[in-house]
């Protein structure tokens, strides 16, 4: 809900070397329409969602309105970056080196980033 916070997640997202600005979709409460025009500045698209007090129902409403999404039916992964999050720069590049192994191995589900160690607030 912090228009801070996202515009810290958002730099560090344009940052990623090789990133399309095109293929990035963000997630936004309907409630919350000052957001739409940072989402802009970056050239970034957006999908409103009805509001919600529970956070898995909004990933729930932004991944079913993301998959309903004429143009994104033949893509077959999606990455979820919440807000607060600051990407390090070699966030894609990981990904990619992960994808693979992803990919050929029916027991995976995911693949996360995420490291609780890290102390960078």
């Known amino acids: 809900l912090s ?16 990133l399309r600005p095109q293929f990035v979709y963000v997630c936004l409460d309907e409630k919350l329409v000052e957001q739409i ?19 898995m129902d909004i990933y729930h409403k932004c991944l079913h309105s993301w998959h309903e999404n004429e143009t994104e039916k033949e893509k077959q992964h999606v990455i979820v970056i919440e807000e607060e999050l ?21 027991n995976l589900v995911a693949v996360t980033a995420f490291n609780p160690n890290c102390k960078c607030f």
């Open 86 to 106: 600051i990407l390090s720069p070699d966030f894609l590049y990981f990904l990619t080196q992960t994808h693979s192994t992803f990919v050929n191995d029916p």
């Open 3 to 18: 228009h801070n916070s996202l515009r810290m997640s958002l730099e560090t997202v344009i940052m990623q070397p090789g």
């Open 37 to 55: 025009a940072l989402v802009d500045l970056f050239g970034f698209k957006y999908v409103s969602v009805k509001s919600s007090y529970n956070y």
